[in-house]
């Protein structure tokens, strides 16, 4: 089993940055890509970004890319997301996830991911 946390959401101004957390417990952390993803109101979950089990690639939406940097500390278990030049429609529920199919590279499609974190609240105000 795994437990995933994520924290580091909150409401800011376009232009502004977050960087949010992913603490997680409960198995070799090291061995799994790992992904971020988000929510908005009335939308499907998308993928924003993905790294591999060692932090060596990386992989990010269009949408984000170049705004946002993915990166992962595997000594303290944890993932992060730093979001950078936030855009009113980057606003949505963020989730981090671990890529359960083993695979070195993460996948971006959200049926590879078999647990997920309780979602953090990220608000973006024009």
């Known amino acids: 089993q795994v437990q995933l946390v994520e924290s580091g959401g909150g409401l800011v101004q376009a232009g502004g940055s977050l960087r949010l957390s992913c603490a997680a417990s409960g198995r070799t952390f090291s061995s799994y890509a790992m992904g971020w993803f988000r929510q908005a109101p009335g939308k499907e979950r998308e993928f924003v970004a993905g790294?591999?089990?060692?932090?060596?690639?990386?992989y990010y939406a269009d949408s984000v890319k170049g705004r946002f940097t993915i990166s992962r500390d595997n000594a303290k278990n944890t993932v992060y997301l730093q979001m950078n030049s936030l855009k009113p429609e980057d606003t949505a529920v963020y989730y981090c996830a671990v890529d359960g199919s083993g695979t070195y590279y993460p996948s971006r499609r959200s049926m590879m991911y078999n647990y997920w974190g309780q979602g953090t609240q990220v608000t973006v105000s024009s």
């Open positions: 790294i591999s089990w060692s932090g060596g690639s990386t």
